[in-house]
Structures are given as C-alpha cells and as structure tokens.
C-alpha cells in the first residue's frame, strides 16, 4: 500500500478482555516495529521483526502482550486480559532496513495513524 | 549500538523565538535521524545527517551533525504554532532503530 495502515484506529475494550491490533505496513519492507505510547509521553518500544529472523520481543512489558508476522508483511498485536494501565496509542513502523546491512537511507522508520486503545 | 541522550525533554517558547533541542552521544555515531511527531499524529521523517560538520536546512530549521559525529542539534529559528509537537532522534542498537522520549516543543502565542 501506500503507507502503514494500522487498524483499528480506536479501541474500547473492558477491562480483562483480549484485544487485537493490526498493522499491515509498506509493501516490501523487511523490518517492522510496535511502539506503545502513552498520554503525553514518549514512544515506548515494544517489539521489532526483521525479515525471517526471530522477534526482538526484549520491549514487551508482560507476557501478556504478543505479536505475530505472517507471511513477512501484516503484523498483530495481541494483548490479553487487558488492564487499565494498556490504554495508550499503539504506533506500527515499518522500514526498509535488512539485518545485517545498516543502509543508511532504509532504515527511515515509515508509522501508522495507530491505535487508541481505551480500557474501561 | 548508538546511545543518544536527548535534551531537553520540555521547552516552552513564546512565538517568535527561537527554539533548539540536542541529542549527545557518549561514542560516535554512524549516522542520526530526526523526527517530528504533531500534537494526536505519529512521528514523521524529518532529515538524515550522515557527515561529520554536516549541516542542513529545512526553511527555518537548521539541523547539525558535531565534528566528532558524537553530537547533533536541531535548531528552528523564529517558532511559529506549526512547529508545536515533540522531536526526535532516536537511537541506533542492536540492529534496531528506537525512540525515546524526545523534546516537545510548546509555543505560547
């Protein structure tokens, strides 16, 4: 597609409910990040895929949150049991970049809209 | 990896003044990025700096590269409202690229 779309773009869950998000990011593009960010703060990171290789899932706050790659390109988030603490917007990135080989210019890091995750 | 301290993490200005926001590195860095996310958007590309002294400009924006690659700034002259949101460089590590909390920039009217 022409940008990284990311759906839903508002979610209102309960509290103790399972959510998932979508990221469906540029066509061709190898690496893809999740990001949480919180009212007023700063992109947290969450988890980093890279082509074939195995998740970098070293920024997932608990073992509630998940993510999963098909195919190398659309990607979901999973949270369980949701808590009033996981509302935030949930940012997708994608970019070009390969493991292995930092070019410069591909690793330009391309977001969604996001997702606004309201817990009640 | 690349480990980028961004200061400082709030500035308030009055329209018309100046505004500038640094990012520090204890080791020398390959290449830096910077980003600028509006107030409800998402973080947008602004400019890579590559060369060591490099310096490049957007209209009223300046972007600077240290000559030891180990520092860079973004300097914007006379803020306008338009330049309200928070900016970023984020750091270059274990093969990954990823953001901190940047700067946000508020312009009192």
């Known amino acids: 597609g022409a940008g990284v779309s990311q759906s839903p773009s508002n979610k209102v869950t309960e509290k103790g409910k399972d959510v998932e998000l979508r990221c469906d990011p540029i066509?061709?593009?190898?690496?893809l990040y999740w990001y949480r960010q919180s009212l007023g703060q700063g992109l947290e990171f969450l988890i980093y895929?890279?082509?074939?290789?195995?998740?970098?899932k070293s920024g997932l706050p608990s073992d509630r949150f998940s993510a999963e790659r098909t195919g190398g390109s659309v990607s979901t988030l999973t949270i369980q049991r949701t808590q009033q603490e996981d509302s935030a917007v949930y940012l997708c990135?994608?970019?070009?970049?390969?493991?292995?080989?930092?070019?410069?210019?591909?690793?330009?890091?391309?977001f969604g809209a996001g997702t606004r995750l309201s817990v009640l | 990896g690349q480990q980028v301290m961004q200061i400082p993490q709030y500035q308030h200005v009055q329209e018309g003044e100046d505004f500038t926001t640094y990012c520090n590195s204890s080791?020398?860095?390959?290449?830096i990025q910077w980003y600028k996310q509006r107030p409800g958007g998402h973080p947008v590309f602004l400019i890579q700096l590559v060369k060591s002294g490099e310096v490049k400009k957007q209209k009223r924006l300046t972007f600077q590269f240290g000559e030891a690659k180990k520092n860079s700034s973004l300097h914007i002259t006379a803020t306008q409202t338009t330049d309200v949101g928070t900016y970023f460089c984020p750091n270059f590590g274990n093969e990954k690229l990823t953001f901190g909390t940047g700067t946000r920039l508020t312009i009192i009217p």
């Open positions: 066509s061709g593009h190898t690496a």
């Open positions: 895929f890279q082509g074939n290789s195995a998740p970098d």
């Open positions: 080791t020398t860095l390959s290449n």
């Open positions: 990135a994608s970019s070009l970049a390969r493991k292995g080989a930092f070019i410069l210019a591909k690793n330009i890091q391309y």
